[in-house]
């Protein structure tokens, strides 16, 4: 069992409640972003309906585990936001590289860049949109991202490269829109819901795995609907939640769930993951390696912080939301608005070394973590929040007496 979760101390302890059938209906992976929560998921439910004569084997060929590895059970359904462009481009890259050089790796990094794509387009499952206006567009693109998967997808022979780089591209295009038009940054209700009604509908075999991602997301009623269900979890349905904040989930959410903590790993440990995943060396953490692939680079967005703090805290013009949004690509994904937001915080460090100076960068934080939860949470367009923010940093440093302005 969980072969493919690397330096978690967790997998263990879920491998032993599950052979001792001692898992809950309801449990949290509690950990910091990029520490395996979402794998260790996803193999937890593969794991949960496993046929075969060795319960949980990786290398099981069960129709149910094959089913799982290929992330095309109908035994799972995964809500919750998640940024998916970063790991599907890194994916990519891998899978391409393999397959220019046809290396030993080629069936890996094809295994690894197919389930990049399906972690995502498992969000739009029909299952989840069932009642919402936009679900036939959503069906409509998922089904044309199937269609090229196929293409490409064991046990079919990879195109050559020309046509294998027309494939991978279109590919790369859809996924983008799907994320951008239609992903969302807390659990939509209508998703509670409409699991509630298919967890309650007995599975022909195998366990129903529900995973629900950033709990801590969860809007008020949102999560008072997930606490109905929680509160007797229908048989042979197991709910995994996973979040990177644990202190931000509902107490009562918290009491009904059994919590395992995912560690940070050592740098060590690190390299090591990303060698044997994307089959490239790279000696910092796994989200500063994603981060390359970002539409804008992190030395660009920590400029657009900088000039945002300028022109807002210096008493001449404002900044230009419009063009700020437009040079960040949008704040796609929202990976660039929270490292936008933390270089804005950054530059309120200058004004430490007064009391007043201090008391007015608590204030200034206080709007720039509640800009990234207006968007990330409340579905507020960036544009408007960055607005509010604009307008928030500019008041305090008038309340301070122009405070900001001196330390620039």
């Not at 529900?210 to 229908?234: Q, S, T, Y």
């Not at 915080?345 to 008391?359: F, M, V």
């Not at 200034?364 to 960055?386: E, F, H, M, R």
């Amino acid at each position: 069992m969980y072969d493919n979760v690397l330096f978690q101390n967790a997998s263990r302890l879920l491998e032993d409640d599950i052979k001792n059938s001692r898992l809950p209906g309801a449990i949290l992976f509690s950990g910091n972003p990029a520490t395996g929560k979402l794998t260790t998921a996803l193999e937890t439910a593969r794991v949960l309906s496993c046929s075969g004569k060795v319960k949980g084997a990786w290398t099981c060929s069960c129709p149910s585990c094959l089913q799982h590895k290929a992330l095309v059970s109908q035994n799972i359904i995964v809500t919750g936001p998640r940024d998916c462009s970063l790991e599907i481009a890194a994916s990519l890259k891998a899978f391409l590289n393999s397959a220019y050089n046809n290396d030993s790796h080629l069936s890996a990094t094809r295994y690894l860049f197919v389930r990049s794509i399906r972690k995502l387009t498992m969000r739009f499952n029909g299952i989840l949109w069932q009642g919402n206006e936009k679900q036939a567009k959503i069906a409509a693109m998922v089904k044309d991202i199937e269609e090229l998967l196929e293409e490409i997808d064991a046990p079919r022979q990879i195109p050559e490269n020309e046509e294998l780089e027309k494939i991978t591209a279109k590919l790369l295009e859809l996924t983008t829109k799907l994320e951008e038009d239609f992903s969302f940054d807390s659990v939509p209700i209508l998703h509670i819901r409409n699991i509630s009604s298919w967890a309650h509908v007995g599975a022909a075999d195998g366990t129903k795995v529900i995973i629900i991602e950033h709990a801590e997301r969860m809007l008020e009623g949102v999560r008072n609907a997930l606490l109905k269900i929680l509160e007797e979890p229908p048989k042979n349905t197991v709910f995994i939640l996973t979040t990177t904040r644990r202190s931000a989930v509902m107490p009562t959410i918290l009491s009904r769930v059994r919590t395992y903590t995912f560690n940070e790993r050592t740098s060590g440990e690190t390299s090591s993951l990303i060698e044997r995943v994307y089959h490239e060396s790279f000696d910092r953490t796994i989200e500063e390696y994603l981060e390359k692939f970002l539409p804008v680079s992190t030395e660009e967005i920590e400029r657009l912080a900088k000039n945002f703090f300028i022109e807002t805290t210096a008493g001449g013009r404002l900044p230009d939301i419009n063009a700020l949004v437009k040079d960040a690509k949008k704040f796609e994904p929202r990976l660039v608005l929270k490292i936008f937001l933390q270089k804005l915080s950054d530059s309120l460090k200058r004004t430490w070394t007064s009391q007043c100076g201090s008391e007015a960068s608590f204030e200034c934080n206080k709007y720039i973590n509640g800009c990234y939860s207006d968007v990330t949470i409340k579905n507020q367009n960036v544009t408007s929040a960055l607005e509010n923010l604009m307008r928030n940093i500019a008041f305090v440093n008038k309340m301070y007496g122009g405070v900001f302005k001196e330390s620039i």
